[in-house]
């Protein structure tokens, strides 16, 4: 059983299998292993500066003649969000007392302060680089949009938000485009836009993601967006979870964790240990690090957050306080404090592999399940 869909023709791929757009950890190395294996490599860029980003591009494009990706955030879904307590001190006002609970957190901990260049890794940019745009600016995104114009590449993947203003300018580069969603509202918006390929990404997954449960939201997504095509994601970390999602009416996967634990992976030794080392519980959804909902691994800090007396602030306030406590802890190769985000499929991942078996293991699963499936009914 051959696992071609129309999501193969649609990027000209072998396989329906898409590697996540992952800040830290989709890198050009690990992109372009993905397109060499016959899957579509997306380089998680959304913390690139412009600049950066055209690096990446053009080190992706160095390294595979396939196809690949770009994904990154969009202004409008990381616009400032509004704080709870509408009486209340604005989040600024906050920060000070805030900094004291992240000082006293790293003093319990024996955390030392981060060097510039282990913020600089933290928070995925070059230490090096000339100042552009302020990161998560207006401005920012849309440089980076610029760039992914200019450099016409073969996939746009909106991370968050909807990419309706730029398909005109993508249409005519002959760029494809994509949309994460995580409500059947937000699909059948990105729908209107005219977008190629819809993701549905459930609470499973890791990072950012929906408080619909995956199993629940592909096929509602599928339902509401007219034939576009959908990948469906979160939780998706072996070739049956890939099968699943197209039982239920995807047509191949955006799988995220699963490719953590790869030798090209972006992020550190230690935190690929941490995805080897964990099982479905060790994953919570927690406001500790970004100020949105992610799922992370469980640790000490999104435990603080659970047991202190602060409530997380909003993006893009509560990065200021988490980021040099993650530096920190990830200088000091501190898997308790800073294991990075990971979706509940991290169970099934048993050790660090290269890229291309991974995927040719979701590949040879799903096909094996799909078998299986068949000879059932
Ligand atoms: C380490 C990590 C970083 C992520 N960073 C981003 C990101 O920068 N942009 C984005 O659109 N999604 C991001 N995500 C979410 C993924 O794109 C994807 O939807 C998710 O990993 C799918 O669930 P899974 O991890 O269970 O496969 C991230 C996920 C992880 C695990």
Redesign the pocket.
Do not use: T, Y
């Given at each position: 059983m051959s696992l071609r869909t129309r999501i193969c023709d649609i990027f000209e791929i072998e396989y329906p299998i898409a590697l996540?757009?992952?800040?830290?950890?989709s890198t050009p190395a690990l992109a372009a292993a993905v397109s060499n294996a016959g899957g579509l490599g997306i380089l998680?860029a959304?913390?690139c500066s412009p600049e950066m980003l055209r690096r990446w591009i053009r080190e992706v494009r160095e390294l595979t003649d396939k196809p690949f990706g770009v994904?990154t955030?969009l202004p409008a879904s990381v616009r400032r969000e509004t704080f709870k307590q509408a009486d209340g001190p604005s989040p600024a006002e906050l920060i000070p007392e805030y900094q004291k609970f992240a000082a006293e957190f790293m003093e319990v901990e024996k955390l030392t302060k981060a060097s510039m260049q282990e913020m600089a890794r933290e928070v995925g940019i070059d230490p090096n680089e000339k100042s552009g745009p302020p990161m998560f600016s207006k401005e920012f995104f849309n440089a980076q949009m610029d760039v992914i114009v200019e450099e016409r590449v073969p996939v746009y993947?909106a991370?968050?938000g909807n990419p309706g203003p730029w398909m005109d300018r993508f249409r005519k580069n002959g760029t494809k485009v994509m949309a994460?969603v995580g409500a059947v509202r937000h699909a059948r918006q990105v729908a209107a836009s005219g977008i190629d390929v819809i993701?549905a990404?459930g609470h499973?997954?890791?990072?950012?993601?929906s408080p619909v449960g995956t199993m629940a939201l592909i096929p509602q997504v599928v339902d509401a967006v007219g034939g576009i095509a959908v990948l469906g994601?979160?939780?998706?970390?072996d070739g049956r979870g890939v099968a699943a999602a197209m039982m239920l009416g995807a047509e191949g996967a955006?799988?995220?964790?699963?490719f953590?634990a790869t030798e090209e992976a972006g992020?550190l030794d230690f935190q690929k240990q941490a995805i080897v080392d964990s099982n479905e519980e060790n994953t919570t959804v927690s406001r500790s690090v970004t100020g949105k909902p992610a799922r992370v691994i469980k640790s000490k800090w999104s435990q603080a957050w659970v047991d202190g007396p602060l409530e997380p602030l909003p993006m893009p306030f509560q990065p200021m306080i988490a980021m040099p406590v993650l530096a920190a802890a990830s200088a000091a190769k501190r898997g308790d404090i800073a294991p990075?985000?990971?979706?509940?499929?991290i169970g099934m991942i048993d050790a660090v592999r290269p890229a291309k078996d991974v995927l040719a293991s979701l590949v040879a699963g799903a096909e094996k399940a799909l078998e299986g499936a068949a000879r059932k009914t």
């Open positions: 996540a757009g992952m800040g830290g950890a998680g959304a913390a994904d955030l993947a991370g968050l994460v993701v990404q499973d997954g890791g990072g950012h993601n994601a979160g939780g998706i970390s955006w799988v995220g964790s699963a953590l992020i990075g985000f990971a979706g509940q499929g």
